[in-house]
């Protein structure tokens, strides 16, 4: 119950075009869900975040949809660019315990 | 910019042997998490500490493992008798608050267990 799954495990996408990367969960307790991007040899870091309370989160580029009836969630990344290159990781944690359970991760490459 | 800094960024080690993993956190930050990524795997949490303990830890972080906050900067994970499965990059992890705030990484630490 505690599984985040994360589709696909990698993606090829255009220049220009739309990257697509989908998450689910089942612990209905969850009430953080952020995406990290991770570069080689390098940490994850925090891209964008959503709480539950909202459907849709923008910034820049990247764009959140949140659907809390089939607890599923899903990045879009708006006019990818080769530098958009890297592995995608979603999570969620719930308040009362703090810790991040991440998804499978999407590498995403961008070819120009 | 503020960041998490941990050393070394590569460990070779020998099977049986003990080794411990360095991180700085954020100043400011109270918050503190050991993760670990298995090459080509998902990041998994191993430990979370805060106010001088452990407040929760996962079934991966048995007896062989600890950690300590020896003074006001440091943070360090300990793994008594190293075992070839615990080859994996290990993150280290801070945050300024508890609920749904942003948790920074650090680089990581590549650990080769031979």
């Known amino acids: 119950q505690q599984q985040v799954k994360q589709s696909p495990q990698s993606l090829i996408v255009q220049k220009g075009g739309i990257s697509i990367i989908n998450c689910a969960y089942e612990?209905?307790?969850?009430?953080?869900f952020p995406w990290y991007q991770q570069f080689p040899g390098k940490g994850p870091a925090l891209l964008i975040a959503?709480?539950?309370?909202?459907s849709e989160k923008k910034e820049g580029r990247f764009t959140i949809s949140f659907n809390k009836s089939a607890k599923q969630f899903s990045l879009h990344i708006m006019d990818s660019q080769p530098g958009d290159s890297a592995t995608y990781f979603c999570?969620?944690?719930?308040?009362?315990?703090?810790?991040?359970?991440f998804g499978g991760g999407t590498r995403v490459l961008v070819k120009p | 910019e503020p960041e998490v800094t941990q050393t070394p960024s590569h460990q070779v080690t020998q099977m049986g042997q003990e080794v411990i993993l360095r991180c700085v956190p954020i100043?400011?930050?109270?918050?503190f998490y050991w993760y670990r990524q298995i090459l080509g795997q998902k990041v998994e949490f191993l430990v979370s500490?805060?106010?001088?303990?452990?407040?929760?830890k996962s079934e991966i972080f048995d007896d062989q493992f600890s950690v300590e906050r020896p003074d006001g900067s440091n943070f360090t994970l300990k793994i008594r008798s190293t075992k070839l499965e615990d080859s994996a990059m290990y993150f280290c992890?801070?945050?300024?608050?508890?609920?749904?705030?942003?948790?920074?990484f650090g680089q990581g630490t590549r650990l080769t267990v031979v």
């Open positions: 959503i709480r539950p309370d909202v």
């Open positions: 992890a801070s945050k300024i608050g508890s609920r749904n705030t942003e948790a920074f």
């Open positions: 612990n209905t307790a969850f009430d953080y």
């Open positions: 500490f805060y106010n001088n303990e452990i407040s929760e």
């Open positions: 100043s400011n930050h109270l918050y």
């Open positions: 999570a969620a944690s719930k308040g009362s315990d703090n810790k991040l359970t």
